[in-house]
C-alpha cells in the first residue's frame, strides 16, 4: 500500500491564482481531512470528509473548497490565491471504529505552496 | 471550541537527559494522540491513550492520560539524537475532528 499520496509536493502561486491539491488514499480509509501547518504552529483543519459525497468545514475553511466523489480521492481547491496561504498542506485518513474511540490519522507527505 | 495547549514551545535537550512536554485541553476528552514530526517530514502517530489515568510505555517514551481526561504528558528519557523533532498531541472530543497542539520542538545537544 502506498498509503496517503500528495502531488504537487511543491508549488508557487501568483495572487489570484488557482489551483488543486490533490490527495489519494488506498487504504480504504472513508475518514478523510485536510490541515494547513504554518511555521512553527500546529495543525488546523480546513476541511474533512467521513464518506464520499459528505464533507464538512473544519476551523479554517475560508479561501478553500473540497469534493469527495470517491472513497480514494479527496482534492483542496484554491480558487483566489492570497499570501496568507502560503502553508503546508496535509492530507490524512483514518478508518475510525464505532465504539473503540480510535481514529489514527495518517498523514500524506505534504505539498509546500508559497503565494507571491 | 475546543483548545489544547501545549508547553513547552521549545525543548533544547543535552544528550542523554530527561525531559517532559505536556498538553492540556479546555474540553475533556475521549481519547488524546500523539504523534512525532520530523524536520521536513510529515506527523506519525506514535500512541493513542483512552482510558482515565491510562500510562503507555513505548521504549524511552511514557505516555499519560490525566484522571480527569483533559491533560496528557509525554516523558522521554535518556535523550538520543533520533528523538529529535516535533511532537504534536491531538485531542478528540465526541465528534470525528481531532484538535493539534501547537507541538514541542526537540532539539538535542551531543
Known amino acids: 500500500n502506498a498509503g496517503v499520496t500528495q502531488t504537487p509536493k511543491f508549488r508557487i502561486l501568483k495572487i489570484g491564482q488557482s489551483m488543486t491539491l490533490q490527495c489519494t488514499q488506498d487504504?480504504?480509509?472513508?475518514?478523510m481531512y485536510w490541515y494547513r501547518q504554518d511555521p512553527g504552529m500546529g495543525l488546523k483543519l480546513i476541511y474533512y470528509s467521513v464518506g464520499a459525497g459528505i464533507t464538512d468545514k473544519g476551523e479554517v475553511p475560508n479561501g478553500y473548497n473540497v469534493s469527495r466523489s470517491t472513497t480514494e480521492d479527496f482534492p483542496l481547491r484554491l480558487e483566489l490565491a492570497a499570501p496568507s496561504q502560503t502553508s503546508v498542506y496535509f492530507c490524512?485518513?483514518?478508518?475510525?471504529?464505532?465504539?473503540?474511540?480510535?481514529?489514527?490519522?495518517?498523514f500524506g507527505p505534504g505539498t509546500r505552496l508559497t503565494v507571491l | 471550541g475546543q483548545q489544547v495547549m501545549q508547553i513547552p514551545q521549545y525543548q533544547h535537550v543535552q544528550e542523554g537527559e530527561d525531559f517532559t512536554t505536556y498538553c492540556n485541553s479546555s474540553t475533556t476528552l475521549s481519547n488524546i494522540q500523539w504523534y512525532k514530526q520530523r524536520p521536513g517530514g510529515h506527523p506519525v502517530f506514535l500512541i493513542q491513550l483512552v482510558k482515565s489515568g491510562e500510562v503507555k510505555k513505548q521504549k524511552r517514551l511514557t505516555f499519560q492520560f490525566g484522571e480527569a481526561k483533559k491533560n496528557s504528558s509525554l516523558h522521554i528519557t535518556a535523550t538520543q539524537t533520533t528523538d529529535v523533532g516535533t511532537y504534536f498531541c491531538a485531542g478528540r472530543s465526541n465528534d470525528y475532528k481531532l484538535s493539534f497542539g501547537a507541538g514541542t520542538t526537540v532539539t538535542v545537544r551531543a
Open positions: 490524512a485518513s483514518s478508518f475510525p471504529i464505532a465504539g473503540a474511540a480510535t481514529d489514527t490519522q495518517y
Open positions: 487504504m480504504n480509509h472513508n475518514y
